[in-house]
């Protein structure tokens, strides 16, 4: 077996979607159409990968399964998720896991300002019930969609326990995955994502997660309206660029101290 093929086979690429759909302006990139995410998992699944939602396939990889593995996850809770993903998953034969932001459900994405109606209404209760009755695991987004590393402790363990608490009330299953908002953690925020009794979380990363590894901050790539399927193999099988990734978790403490600086001022920057 060669080197790329070894590769596949021992790491687990994750993807991160947000809306589907199309999307104009500065926030361009976190809406795919549908036809273009069809293309990206059909292309996928060609090449002989099954696409399953993340806790699915890092259960797999425990277990040590060496099959080729995708994990497929959603991040927020558009309520296009249930009308145009959740059919596009099921023509794929793929799985996924979507991250809800508990807090904002059944209105709109409040922390993309004035960009938010581009992007549709979130999911009431009762749609995201309908879209975990057909089989996607439903993940903690957190309460309100706020960078946890900036958050005092009291308010971070209330971001954390309340939503997942809110989310196995609602939906009468365990919820076993976090999503970080705007991907922001340290190790405080982790150590309480892990003790308010999730199995894994994730960041965004954009490299591939080596299983046996902590699974409190499995890395995903994000798909883009650029993306064909044709560029998101070549990210999956790890043939993408990685300098600016790397320099971007350098430079991540000192963003942290002027973020952290900001809310005390009263913004919110991300």
């Known amino acids: 077996m060669g080197d790329g093929a070894t590769r596949v086979r021992t790491t687990l690429p994750a993807l991160m979607y947000h809306s589907v759909s199309a999307v104009d302006g500065p926030l361009r990139d ?6 273009r995410l069809a ?3 059909g292309t996928l699944t060609a090449a002989g990968y099954r696409l399953t939602g993340l806790t699915e396939a890092l259960d ?6 060496t099959e080729k593995l995708v994990a497929v996850t959603f991040d ?9 993903a959740l059919p596009a998953l099921r023509a794929a034969g793929a799985g996924a896991t979507l991250y809800a932001s508990v807090g904002h459900l059944g209105g709109h994405a409040g922390w993309l300002g004035r960009w938010a109606p581009d992007f549709g209404p979130m999911l009431t209760w009762a749609q995201l019930a309908e879209v ?3 089989g996607v695991e439903i993940g903690n987004h957190s309460l309100i969609h706020h960078p946890l590393d900036v958050l005092p402790p009291a308010r971070l363990r209330e971001e954390v326990y309340r939503s997942r608490a809110e989310l196995e009330q609602r939906l009468q299953a365990r919820v076993r995955s ?3 908002p705007h991907g922001y953690h340290g190790r405080r925020v982790r150590e309480v994502v892990e003790a308010a009794g999730h199995d894994n979380a994730t960041e965004v990363g954009r490299r591939l997660h080596a299983p046996g590894r902590w699974q409190f901050a499995v890395p995903r790539f994000q798909p883009t309206p650029d993306h064909s399927g044709a560029d998101l193999l070549a990210l ?16 991540q403490p000192g963003w942290r101290l002027v973020r952290r600086a900001a809310r005390r001022a009263g913004r919110t920057l991300t």
Request: no cysteine.
């Open 39 to 41: 293309e990206q998992l």
């Open 178 to 180: 976090f999503a970080y």
């Open 30 to 35: 976190l809406a795919v159409p549908p036809e």
């Open 76 to 84: 927020d809770g558009y309520r296009d998720f249930l009308t145009v």
């Open 132 to 134: 975990a009755a057909g």
């Open 60 to 65: 797999r990889r425990l277990a040590g399964s």
């Open 236 to 251: 999956v099988e790890g043939r993408g660029p990685r300098l600016t990734p790397q320099l971007k978790r350098l430079a």
